[in-house]
């Protein structure tokens, strides 16, 4: 009986290049940046986010109520920094990465208090 060793399939990862200092330059400029990393089989596509401004909300909200698909393509547009080209050409890899954008809105949490 001979010994097999089963090896892992190779997983290639698409990040657009996007390096340290990438990241470190966005810090800088938006103060938070979000990184979604989409596993689809033997592939990683990772993106980069920095989080909406009141401008971006306000025309998303305004074309959610015709269009819901456009709206979060214009979210992702406007908040996209870098990252795999593929999420934003491949509808599948586009709403696994809306799907994490949009807990962005709700990422915070805050409390009242009656004094």
Not at 7 to 16: V, Y
Not at 25 to 45: L, Q, S
Request: glycine share 6%; with cysteine; charged share 30%.
């Amino acid at each position: 009986m001979e010994n097999q060793e089963q090896t892992a399939p190779e997983t290639k990862t698409f990040d657009g290049g996007v390096s340290e200092a990438n990241i470190k330059e966005w810090k800088a400029k938006h103060r938070k940046v979000f990184r979604v990393d989409i596993v689809d089989g033997d592939e990683t596509h990772i993106v980069y986010f920095k989080r909406p401004d009141f401008s971006t909300v306000k025309t998303t909200t305004k074309i959610a109520k015709t269009d819901e698909v456009e709206s979060g393509r214009v979210m992702f547009e406007h908040c996209f920094l870098g990252g795999s080209k593929y999420v934003r050409e491949d509808m599948v890899l586009f709403m696994a990465a809306q799907v994490q954008l949009n807990k962005l809105l709700n990422g915070c949490m805050g409390s009242l208090k009656n004094l």
